[in-house]
């Protein structure tokens, strides 16, 4: 089963018979499911795991590649969360409590932040003002994005010690500077300068090499906690490996997507 963690539906729906079609012909497996999930939306997550649940008996692979990048502006969702925090940190973070069981099941599950070497620009305050910033504006495009990087290694931590003693591994990546449709919202005029640089970025398919590795390579199965570049494992800046504010970004995160007493924990 293929899960496409999209924000876009739009774009989504107008590729989504071609991208099956090429899956399949590539693989030659024509057991591909595809189903479709809106991250940026807690009801969406909600509502996409309740299906899963009922329709899976178990998960092997979380891969969390969702993801925008806002220029200089944010904007908020429905459910009073900053879009950008809520497409790449909140949504994933709130679906993979709601399938946890599931991945417990597996014989070796993995999840897997798919994050960036951007993470080293962002940050988090220590009263964790800026954990889901409302008000917001930045003379440095795609801050938000930085910070949102900054924090899905966190929890790639914190929810690795949470599971130590699992058959469950969790772990972040670097997959290089890709050419996806996240740069669409390069913000004018930069878009101009931008495009010729663009040409130079990996594609998709080679973009996607470290995450392969980090999903199915057997030395990994006993790996958790770590941040991997180029298929190695890189020390990651010690201000994001702060144990006390990854607690404390965790606890309120659980806030954030409105975890309730009778769902899965993590």
């Given at each position: ?5 999209s ?23 024509n ?53 950008t ?61 930085n ?18 003693g ?13 050419d ?9 005029p ?13 594609t ?25 570049r180029?298929?190695?494992?890189e ?32």
């Amino acid at each position: 089963m293929a899960i496409n963690l999209s924000n876009n539906q739009n774009q989504l729906n107008k590729n989504i018979t071609g991208s099956i079609k090429e899956i399949m012909g590539e693989t030659n497996n024509n057991n591909l499911i595809l189903k479709n999930i809106d991250v940026s939306s807690l009801a969406s997550v909600r509502k996409f795991a309740q299906d899963i649940i009922a329709t899976e008996p178990v998960i092997d692979v979380m891969i969390h590649n969702a993801g925008v990048a806002q220029g200089f502006n944010n904007k908020s969702t429905a459910d009073n969360l900053e879009f950008t925090m809520a497409t790449n940190c909140f949504g994933p973070f709130l679906l993979s409590h709601l399938l946890i069981d599931l991945i417990k099941k597996s014989d070796q599950g993995r999840i897997i932040f798919v994050s960036s070497k951007l993470y080293r620009l962002g940050y988090i305050r220590r009263d964790l003002s800026n954990l889901n910033p409302l008000k917001y504006f930045s003379l440095f495009p795609v801050q938000l994005y930085n910070q949102s990087k900054f924090v899905e290694i966190m929890y790639t931590q914190e929810m690795a010690r949470r599971l130590a003693g699992t058959r469950i591994t969790v772990n972040a990546l670097h997959p290089g500077v890709v050419d996806t449709g996240i740069w669409r919202n390069v913000p004018f005029p930069l878009s101009i300068p931008f495009k010729p640089i663009q040409m130079c970025f990996r594609t998709p398919k080679e973009g996607a090499r470290c995450t392969v590795y980090a999903t199915i390579t057997p030395e990994l199965e006993t790996v958790s906690g770590k941040y991997f570049r180029g298929c190695k494992i890189e020390e990651l800046h010690s201000r994001v490996e702060n144990k006390e504010m990854q607690r404390k970004v965790w606890e309120k995160t659980c806030e954030l997507v409105r975890l309730t007493p009778e769902d899965p924990k993590i």
